[in-house]
């Protein structure tokens, strides 16, 4: 199978919303009237961001979701991607499971494959994702403010949980393991969340690197501090039954949760519930901003505990 056929046989569909997509030298789409474009690139590297483990079908639909839970964090409605893919070589049964996971979840929002590139190599996979907002009211993390609640979609920490599993450091059973597992491998892209919050969420990001360290890029950008009730985060059954350091490293440091953190004024309570309800997803507040800088944690008595939770980064980790 060449390059052109495995185009055709696994990325090539008759293009939809798009005016051109896989085939020619660009892609050409329109953008809705008053809408702004949001675009947004990820890399997955194997044995950096996935095991080779892991099946196709999911890595397939991981390396989407990742890219989607950026255009949630800003509010935007998805509209297309392209995929730049390095492959070993051209294995069928990869490239069907592959494709199947991604193309399912590109389905299921609407979001159209419009182009790529194909290139031998280490396998390696990169996405770039398109979607819209309207003009001036993309979520962003600059616009916290002092005395806003703090709040987090789904629950956290299930992934973390998992790599530990697999670096053999902690042992669950097989139950509670393929739970955590799928939190891993099948994360899902708070899309709908994001777009309810527009005009409700002062500021959002979505937690890649771990919820404390993602949580201190909006504080930064919108220059004020938080005290966040550690206790609080929300967490899986599975994680709930877990020792209570494991638990507090995995939710408030984990990273790969791909759920959304934000903030609203104390005042738009009922309209942030409201919009968790239209997006059927839940979310907990765990935390006030305050205009004190820097991030205070404290236990379920008001105590302030150690923060030696450090977020995810690839070149100190
Ligand atoms: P060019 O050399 O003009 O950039 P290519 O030969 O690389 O074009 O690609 C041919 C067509 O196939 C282009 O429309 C490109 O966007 C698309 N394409 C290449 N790889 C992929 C892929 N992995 N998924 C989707 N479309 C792809
Ligand atoms: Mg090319």
Redesign the pocket.
Known sequence: MG??DL?ERF??RPARRAAVG????C?VFEVGAGMQLATSTDMLVEGRHFLSTVLPERLGHKALAVNLSDLAACGAAPLAF????ALPRADAAFLEGFSRGLLALADAHGCE??????TQGPLNICITVFGEVPRGQALLRRGARAGDDIYVSGTVGDARLALEVFRATHALDGAGFEQVRRAMELPQPRVALGQALRGIATSAIDVSDGLLGDLSHILRRSDVGAVIEADLLPRSDVMKAQPLPLQRLCTLAGGDDYELVFTAPADRAAAVLDAAKTAKVAVTRIGRARSKTGLELIDLQGRTLENSFGSFDHFRS
């Open positions: 390059e052109f185009i990325f090539t896989v085939g020619d030298d892609a392209t995929l730049a893919l494959l419009i182009g790529g590139d194909t």
